[in-house]
């Protein structure tokens, strides 16, 4: 079904659908002024752009040797250290839940 127009006793768009055609119109007419009108470019230089090949000389230097499997963390690790900060996360994590689900439920009412 088509929505109601809303109208006067005498068949004349009421002054809120004149205010709505009015704003879309001017809506439109501002959108259509910003895609028109484009900045002009700058006239300051560019940026320098550092390129890999003006570089590349130090990026090699710092590369590891070849056939070295290179990953992100080398072991051995510390089993104490690495069991410290899971637990530590987990544990976090699970508090920063729990009362955040602590505080709604009191903020709610459902808890006294």
Not at 35 to 54: E, F, I, L, Y
Not at 64 to 80: D, I, K, L, M, Q
Request: proline share 8%; glycine share 8%; aromatic share 8%.
């Amino acid at each position: 079904a088509a929505p109601k127009q809303h109208t006067t006793f005498n068949n004349q768009p009421t002054k809120n659908t004149i205010h709505t055609t009015t704003m879309i119109a001017s809506t439109a007419l501002r959108n259509a002024a910003r895609v028109g009108s484009k900045r002009s470019m700058s006239t300051a230089a560019a940026p320098k752009q550092h390129k890999a090949k003006d570089m590349w000389s130090t990026l090699e230097k710092t590369r590891p040797p070849p056939g070295h499997a290179h990953t992100v963390f080398e072991p051995p690790y510390s089993t104490p250290v690495v069991a410290g900060m899971v637990i530590g996360v987990l544990s976090t994590g699970y508090g920063m839940m729990y009362f955040g689900m602590r505080h709604q439920q009191y903020k709610q009412g459902y808890w006294k």
